[in-house]
Nanobody, 122 residues
Framework: QVQLVESGGGLVQAGGSLRLSCAAS????????MAWYRQAPGKQRELVAF???????NYADSVKGRFTISRDSAKNTVYLQMNSLKPEDTAVYYC????????????????WGQGTQVTVSS
């Protein structure tokens, strides 16, 4: 099991930016595909973006061109740079350490952080 700690959330006006960070506890980070999910009130948790250990990235259509996922293996940390934020981006954001195969991300429900709240005001 990988322990994950998210940070960087907050309140921002529409059009603004935030950068989320997720620090992993173990060096197994380097062999993991990392992902960001989000969950808005009353909605299911949805995949926002993932990055494989080799740097392959994938984004939900709703955030393409606005969000960028990156990783720093030396720091065991994955980031989510969020630009041009919209009120509909308001959610609790979680990171997950899972696996990647043939273009699909497979989340590991044993590897979730506690989440960080992002609120975008109109």
């Amino acid at each position: 099991q990988v322990q994950l700690v998210e940070s960087g959330g907050g309140l921002v006006q529409a059009g603004g930016s935030l950068r989320l960070s997720c620090a992993a506890s173990r060096s197994t980070f380097s062999i993991r595909t990392m992902a960001w999910y989000r969950q808005a009130p009353g909605k299911q948790r949805e995949l926002v973006a993932f990055i494989s250990r080799t740097g392959i990235t994938n984004y939900a259509d709703s955030v393409k061109g606005r969000f960028t996922i990156s990783r720093d293996s030396a720091k065991n940390t994955v980031y989510l740079q969020m630009n041009s934020l919209k009120p509909e981006d308001t959610a609790v954001y979680y990171c997950n350490a899972g696996t990647y195969s043939s273009g699909t991300y497979y989340r590991n429900d044993a590897n979730w952080g506690q989440g960080t709240q992002v609120t975008v005001s109109s």
